[in-house]
């Protein structure tokens, strides 16, 4: 009998009883009536065969993971479907995925909702929890926490977006006609046509295409992010700082949040590396980010000029109740005399209603600075500042105070957040680029193409910092940096451009482990750097670092990296309060946890003390954006669990625990990550690692899905080294191994044990437990604990922040990956000895986990996640077995052109689905 684990197959069933018994019954009506409409859909699309054979599937794999069926029942059923009917077949489990995805991601909003009830304390990990813990503590602490709260979103174009935008986009349409459905208010006729309209957008969403059949290219990227800004990101921004403005109302005497002046202030920045980022991509130019940039501000300013016309247009109070300031009479005459016909035309629309004149005037300054007309535009964001203030001021003085600090502070807070360029746009290159192109310069001869690509860039720089500010476009990340020298180059670089040299914050990326290890003493050469005093001196001393989750957990393994990243940051916080500097921490995290991923705000509250000070920078990536920043509610939860772990990471009393754990844990986290690192490098050092592995997972396959701009690897070289992190998290995903995120972490925590087994310390760097090898494969399942200590482990889970995310972020990864599935997939590359490896690791990682963690299944604590896991794991099981048909067949090798490609389409539907199901692509 099969099942995903070790644990009897009664155990699997009872798992996945009990979660589809804790499924909420609203959740429940939702899956239920979305996924008998996609069964109506296939009906018609196929007949009822086609459903048939759906079922037959869906039933098969449900009973494989109950000790029922046997994998080879299943796999006899794939074999079953001719290659077209397979593809249906995967297209459906596909579409239901997508579903799925948006009925829990429905309920989690409804949820949401209830929660936010006014007569109740605050909801965990809020703004208004963080405020209150805060001001608990007494003192000034709550202003001072405040006063440098800063949070910078970044944007990323890496390519772990697997659905169509077209595919996206017709799941948000389902997602506004599922709301509608729990609308009470709705008659029989009214939720019938929403219903029928239901029908047909499933419909659509199976006849769409689930692949991109054309390449992305820079400028797609750009433009599907500004989705994201358009339907979310502007409106939530405002909703945020109203939350903290209502959290910090002193008491109904003083007023609350509109009826007096703000004492929330504008902290959000966004950032984008969307067109910027050209490290390894050679379709992103200098043409391309100054396309990217002038897209970003042609979106900013549509949404200000139509919140300003809104806002306008509602102003409707009369000179008489309300009569406007000197100031504002002053702006409106200064109007007159610029441009005396727009003025006429907005007082004949509003007379007698100076406040509202002034806005719609605005309005039209901005769209005449969104169309580049001189004569009208606005010289700057803080040009429009000072008049919205003008207004708002006029309206207080008159008594108008709702008027003021409504609707119009919500515009002033978007303005300050994004001004005219709406993120930041951030370039990124490879310190190896600059250090040929400086060459190139020095030796005063004609230069390569690449070179003049890079002075191009920087000439783009400083013509964007022209149009909209230095804030704009300053920050220039060196990727792989290893010296000072690697940032001075950019420096001298940048002087050579002729005219104009553009203001740079040059930000050193320190990625493989190595170079982790070197950052603060790179930091301190930097220093002493003239440019980066000059910058140090106009910015009020404050410096940017960026630190690289992806490849240093590819290099080191997950264990040895998350230990490196927190010691690199413990040392660049010396480092920063030694000379004075307020530091900001850039964290590279992807979206998935063999990449850094994982919920943010424990991440954040597991940072080394000190590194956090009220500042965090995080890249946001792929299908993190959509996934965090897609709906309204969402994404204000996600910035509200942020935001409060940034302020509550940064108090005193946090600062402390962490330090005292981390002081105690240290030497046992040291031990841990030695036998973690030499466990991983032992296996993908093996002869003839990289090889095996593109045979047992889609990688090369995995390029063909088209789902962004940038190449799989910096250079055509085919090592793992050159492979970039986020296909080979992708890859690892699929064949449900999702390595990345856990292997070594077994062999860490059995040589930590051991080493509290009767004071007995480890000889030659492979600790014993009860006599077996922890890092040599022998000990797995039960036996690795067998006689093993887990007291100091099992303390450290509960007092240390950053030693509870490791186990938690690798329990998901365990939850995700299926034992038995994963067993086929490894047995493709023909080297038995590497799957016995993996696979003993992954027991000797479960068991140990589990030990640690005190749970009897994986995450146990963790209900929503785990239910959710629980009831898509069979349903993920169905793709698997159809991706593991058509690569089994691609590896064995097809000489028909016609079958080669049927099976490709097969498989690389089967990755959409397998990544929909999972939620996990890089």
């Known amino acids: 009998m099969v099942t995903n684990s070790n644990a009897p197959a009664s155990a699997a069933q009872g798992e996945r009883n009990s979660a589809r018994q804790e499924m909420p019954e609203p959740l429940r009506r939702d899956v239920r009536v979305l996924g008998s409409m996609l069964g109506d859909v296939l009906v018609e699309y196929r007949g009822q065969d086609l459903l048939d054979d759906v079922e037959r599937l869906r039933h098969a794999v449900i009973a494989s993971r109950r000790g029922e069926a046997t994998f080879d029942d299943v796999s006899a059923i794939v074999e079953g479907f001719s290659l077209e009917r397979a593809e249906l077949v995967a297209r459906a489990f596909t579409v239901y995925f997508h579903l799925t995805n948006l009925a829990e991601e429905h309920h989690r909003i409804r949820t949401l909702r209830e929660r936010d009830v006014a007569d109740r304390t605050p909801v965990s990990s809020s703004v208004a929890a963080a405020v209150a813990e805060i001001r608990a503590t007494g003192g000034d602490r709550l202003a001072e926490a405040l006063d440098g709260l800063e949070l910078r979103p970044v944007f990323t174009a890496h390519p772990t977006e697997a659905r169509r935008r077209a595919v996206v986009t017709a799941i948000m349409r389902i997602s506004v006609l599922l709301a509608d459905l729990d609308d009470v208010r709705l008659g029989a006729s009214e939720q019938a046509e929403i219903r029928r309209r239901l029908h047909e957008e499933i419909d659509l969403l199976w006849r769409t295409a689930q692949r991109r059949q054309t390449q992305m290219d820079p400028l797609d990227e750009v433009r599907t992010a500004m989705a994201a800004f358009d339907e979310t990101i502007f409106r939530v921004v405002p909703a945020i700082y109203r939350v903290l403005d209502s959290a910090l109302s002193d008491g109904p005497e003083t007023g609350g949040t509109g009826e007096r002046p703000p004492k929330a202030r504008a902290y959000l920045r966004f950032g984008s590396w969307i067109g910027g980022d050209r490290d390894g991509n050679p379709f992103v130019t200098a043409q391309i980010t100054r396309e990217a940039i002038m897209i970003q501000a042609d979106h900013v300013l549509r949404a200000l000029e139509n919140a300003c016309t809104r806002i306008g247009r509602q102003l409707t109070v009369s000179q008489g109740t309300t009569p406007p300031s000197a100031a504002l009479t002053g702006l409106l005459a200064a109007a007159r005399a610029a441009r005396p016909d727009r003025i006429a035309e907005i007082v004949k629309r509003s007379p007698e209603e100076p406040h509202r004149q002034a806005l719609l005037y605005a309005a039209e300054r901005i769209r005449a600075t969104r169309e580049r007309d001189a004569d009208l535009a606005y010289g700057s964001p803080d040009d429009l500042l000072a008049e919205l203030r003008t207004v708002q001021d006029s309206l207080a003085a008159a008594g108008a105070v709702r008027q003021a600090y409504g609707e119009l502070q919500h515009l002033i807070w978007q303005v300050e957040t994004f001004g005219f360029h709406l993120a930041a746009l951030e370039i990124r290159q490879h310190s190896g680029v600059h250090e040929k192109a400086l060459a190139e310069v020095r030796a005063g001869g004609t230069l390569s193409e690449q070179t003049q690509e890079v002075l ?15 804030d704009a476009c300053c920050r220039y990340i060196v990727s792989f940096t290893r010296t000072a020298e690697d940032i001075a180059n950019v420096y001298e670089l940048a002087a050579a451009v002729g005219g104009r040299v553009p203001v740079l914050d040059v930000v050193p990326l320190f990625e493989t482990g190595e170079d982790l290890e070197r950052a603060p003493a790179v930091l301190e050469e930097m220093l002493a750097q003239p440019a980066v005093q000059k910058r140090l001196e106009d910015t009020g001393r404050r410096l940017e670092v960026m630190l690289g989750y992806s490849d240093s957990a590819k290099q080191l393994g997950p264990t040895s990296a998350t230990l490196r ?303 959710a896991v629980e009831l898509r794991n069979p349903y993920v099981d169905a793709l698997s077995h159809l991706q593991l048909r058509a690569l089994t067949a691609l590896r064995a090798g097809v000489t028909d052109a016609d079958e080669r490609e049927q099976l490709e389409n097969l498989l690389l539907l089967s990755v959409n689905g397998v990544a929909a199901g999972l939620q996990n692509t890089g």
């Open 456 to 470: 191009d860039t920087l000439r783009v720089i400083s013509w964007i910092q022209e149009r909209f500010g230095v």
């Open 565 to 867: 990243l927190y010691d690199t940051q413990a040392a660049l916080a010396e480092k920063a309060e030694k000379h004075d500097l307020k530091l900001t921490m850039f964290h590279g995290r992807g979206g998935s946890l063999g990449r850094g991923g994982g919920p943010a705000n424990r991440a954040i509250l597991a940072q080394a003390p000190g590194s956090v000070a009220g500042r965090f920078k995080v890249t946001e990536q792929g299908e993190v954006i959509f996934a965090r920043y897609g709906h309204l509610e969402i994404a204000r939860r996600h910035v509200e669990q942020v935001t409060n772990a940034v302020l509550l990471a940064s108090t005193p009393a946090v600062e402390e625990r962490a330090k005292k754990a981390a002081g105690r844990f240290r030497p046992i986290a040291d031990t841990m990550s030695e036998a973690a690192h030499a466990a991983f490098r032992s296996l993908v050092e093996a002869d003839g690692f990289a090889e095996w592995f593109a045979q047992v997972s889609p990688l090369a396959e995995i390029a063909e899905l088209r789902i962004g701009s940038r190449p799989a690897r910096r250079s055509g070289a085919a090592s793992l080294d050159d492979l970039r992190a986020i296909p080979w998290v992708f890859a690892w995903t699929q064949t449900r191994v999702n390595l990345p995120g856990w292997y070594g972490l077994g062999s860490g925590l059995a040589a930590a044990a051991a080493t509290s087994v009767d004071g007995k310390q480890a000889v030659g760097g492979k600790q014993a437990v009860d006599g077996q090898q922890a890092a040599g494969g022998e000990a797995s399942g039960p036996e690795a604990t067998a006689g093993a200590d887990l007291t100091e482990l099992q303390e450290a889970y509960q007092s240390w922040p950053l030693f509870a995310a490791l186990l938690d972020n690798a329990e998901m990864s365990l939850a995700k990956t299926d034992r038995a599935i994963a067993e086929r997939y490894l047995a493709l590359g023909g080297r038995p000895e590497l799957t016995e490896t993996v696979l003993a690791e992954y027991d000797r990682t479960r068991s140990l986990v589990l030990a640690v963690t005190g749970h009897e299944r994986l995450l146990e604590n963790r209900r929503v996640l785990s239910r």
